[in-house]
């Protein structure tokens, strides 16, 4: 079965701080992959995405994610976190042409002033 | 502007009584999912509707049901509640080709639903 995994459970800040949140996942044909994030007391929205193309893409808020094939990882990256940034983020894969999301268990940011 | 709607935000409900959820978008998609998010967890896929077409997951429980009466709408059936489903439960859609690659999901806020 496939699954996604994120190591970091929970990762505490100071704002100007780098951040570099890992996920790997297991399928191993064509994927495409999602970073989404969860502010406090809000739904989940989308941080960005790859489906093809440059594998280094960028999102929202200064995030960007670089997939490496290789390794089976999507990470997520900001060079300097902000105290806003904190939320919990979520990576998630599909599967080639399926519709399943599959997310893995979330990593809660904490950055502090 | 076009969203994805979940009413009510929280839901109570008693023990082995029926209690429905629903979900609503204006974004004109036609593939709607539910997910429940029990705390700290990972979302997990119960069920998605592609236009018409319902698709089980194979560990959803019977006692889960989803019913999409049109393109806008999507409700969430729970026929005997028990504690174990109290959890988040998160609606939503997606605008899906058959021969393409999936597409962005577009979340509601999610249904708290709380089991007495």
């Known amino acids: 079965a496939q699954s996604v995994s994120q190591h970091n459970h929970h990762v505490i800040l100071s704002e100007a701080a780098s951040l570099e949140l890992g996920c790997n996942y297991s399928y191993g044909g064509t994927v495409n992959l999602f970073w989404y994030v969860q502010y406090p007391g809000q739904h989940l929205q989308l941080l960005l995405k790859?489906?093809?193309?440059?594998?280094l893409v960028k999102g929202i808020k200064g995030f960007e994610a670089e997939f490496i094939k290789s390794k089976f990882s999507f990470n997520l990256r900001k060079p300097s976190v902000q105290w806003s940034d904190t939320a919990e983020y979520f990576c998630?894969?599909?599967?080639?042409?399926?519709?399943?999301?599959?997310f893995g268990t979330g990593t809660r940011l904490q950055v502090t002033l | 502007d076009a969203m994805v709607i979940q009413n009510p935000r929280y839901q109570v409900t008693q023990f082995g009584k029926p209690v429905t959820l629903s979900c609503s978008q204006t974004?004109?998609?036609?593939?709607m999912y539910w997910y429940q998010q029990k705390s700290s967890q990972a979302p997990k896929l119960l069920f998605h509707?592609?236009?018409?077409?319902?698709?089980n997951e194979a560990d959803t429980p019977d006692n889960f049901q989803s019913r999409r009466p049109n393109t806008s709408f999507c409700f969430l059936d729970i026929r005997s509640p028990g504690l174990g489903d109290a959890a988040m439960y998160l609606c939503?859609?997606?605008?899906?080709?058959?021969?393409?690659?999936?597409?962005?999901?577009?979340f509601g806020p999610g249904t708290r639903l709380l089991v007495l």
């Open positions: 998630a894969v599909k599967k080639g042409t399926a519709s399943k999301l599959t």
């Open positions: 790859y489906f093809s193309g440059d594998p």
């Open positions: 509707y592609y236009d018409k077409d319902f698709n």
């Open positions: 939503a859609t997606s605008r899906e080709a058959r021969a393409g690659y999936g597409e962005t999901q577009y």
């Open positions: 974004l004109n998609h036609n593939v």
